[in-house]
């Protein structure tokens, strides 16, 4: 029989960006020394249904198989969560992001790593596509690329849906996956994957399995620099307090985010004496990662996401995520299985 694997996208009004993506995940080709069945899974997060014009252009003709719902609760955490109800029968779904191109070979690349290597997870790089004008820091800096440098067949202890193949056993035992908690955040896949790597599971990193992103230009500005790393760091602590709440797990946190804040000193300093302007971008995302996994320990974060924007990054949508916030939980993959995961939010609210 034929591996199944479904590539899992979320979306709300990019029309443009969602046609140039799947556009090139249209465009893929499968290992040649591999039997493979692949559809994608579209879900519109808008409940007016907005993605619905441009799937229409990818209907009967088109190499893979394109199923689309709407998710009418706002919120990732929503929508990722239906998404893996939809795959729920599939052997494998890939998440990718509405904002991303796939290049050739990437899809050959991702199945052949899972393949070889045996892995549970399989998780590539992002290369971020900077607009016409961005600062120059932006040119010399990482910040719109993968977090951190690795090499094909390192095992990781986290992972985001960038970019990333996740094996069915995964997401039948650790469910459900995105906590609401994360609505308007962002750190709901690193919630997921930090609980993915405590139950076991192996997550390996493919260097080769590239993907593009369109870096927008309200993601150029230190401003936004600043807010994400603050983000980052909180909704890193939330969520390992989720995962492990305790003294203990608040004695590492606490220790963590004072050495993120301690090497932003020296990235500083260092950055100053030498004269580089990388250690000195690197200085103050540390210290706001930093300040953020502190505020994090009190619950505060950055509610990035809480106010949406229109058509592909546009004007932000009047009413916001706000307007559609309700006390409802997020749908449940499958909730009568039990989980292995042995944290308490394993079958959360």
Same mark, same amino acid.
């Given at each position: 029989?034929? /591996? @199944? ?25 499968? #290992?040649? $020394? ?28 088109? #190499? ?12 990732? &955490? ?11 029968? $599939? ?16 899809? /050959?690349?991702?199945? =052949?790593?899972?393949? %070889? ?13 900077? &607009?016409? !004008? ?6 010399? @800096? ?21 970019? =990333? ?9 650790? /469910? ?8 308007? /955040? ?45 983000? %980052?760091?909180? !909704?890193?602590?939330? %969520? ?58 009190? !619950? ?11 058509? $592909?990054? !546009?004007?932000?949508?009047?009413? $916001? ?17 039990? %989980? ?8 959360? &609210?």
């Amino acid at each position: 029989m034929s /591996t @199944s694997v479904a590539i899992a996208v979320i979306t709300f009004r990019r029309p443009a960006l969602l046609h140039a993506l799947l556009t090139s995940l249209q465009a893929q080709e499968l #290992p040649e $020394d591999g039997d493979y069945a692949i559809r994608i899974v579209v879900v519109d997060n808008d409940a007016e249904g907005s993605a619905k014009r441009v799937l229409e252009e990818f209907g009967a003709g088109t #190499p893979y198989a394109i199923e689309s719902v709407v998710e009418p609760e706002p919120g990732i &955490p929503f929508a990722r969560e239906r998404s893996v109800e939809l795959c729920w029968n $599939d052997d494998a779904l890939v998440f990718v992001d509405d904002d991303e191109v796939a290049p050739p070979g990437w899809l /050959t690349t991702l199945l =052949t790593a899972w393949e %070889s290597t045996g892995a549970d997870v399989v998780t590539g790089p992002v290369k971020g596509h900077l &607009p016409p !004008g961005a600062p120059p820091w932006n040119h010399y @800096s990482d910040v719109h690329d993968s977090t951190g440098k690795h090499i094909t067949g390192e095992e990781l202890r986290k992972a985001y849906t960038n970019n =990333t193949l996740v094996s069915r056993r995964v997401y039948h035992a650790v /469910t459900p996956g995105f906590h609401p908690a994360f609505r308007y /955040t962002g750190s709901s896949d690193l919630h997921f994957f930090l609980r993915v790597h405590r139950a076991g599971f192996r997550i390996v990193w493919c260097e080769e399995a590239c993907i593009a992103e369109e870096v927008p230009v309200g993601r150029t500005t230190l401003r936004w620099l600043v807010r994400r790393a603050f983000r %980052s760091g909180s !909704g890193d602590t939330i %969520s390992r307090l989720l995962i492990r709440p305790g003294a203990i797990s608040y004695v590492l946190v606490l220790a963590y985010a004072s050495a993120r804040v301690v090497s932003a000193i020296g990235f500083a300093l260092a950055g100053l004496l030498l004269g580089r302007k990388t250690h000195l971008l690197k200085a103050v995302r540390r210290f706001f990662s930093g300040v953020g996994s502190l505020a994090g320990i009190v !619950g505060i974060n950055h509610d990035e996401y809480r106010e949406r924007h229109g058509a $592909d990054g !546009g004007e932000p949508v009047p009413g $916001d995520l706000a307007g559609g916030a309700g006390p409802e939980s997020a749908r449940l993959a499958d909730p009568g299985r039990a %989980s292995v995961a042995d944290h308490p939010d394993a079958r959360l &609210p």
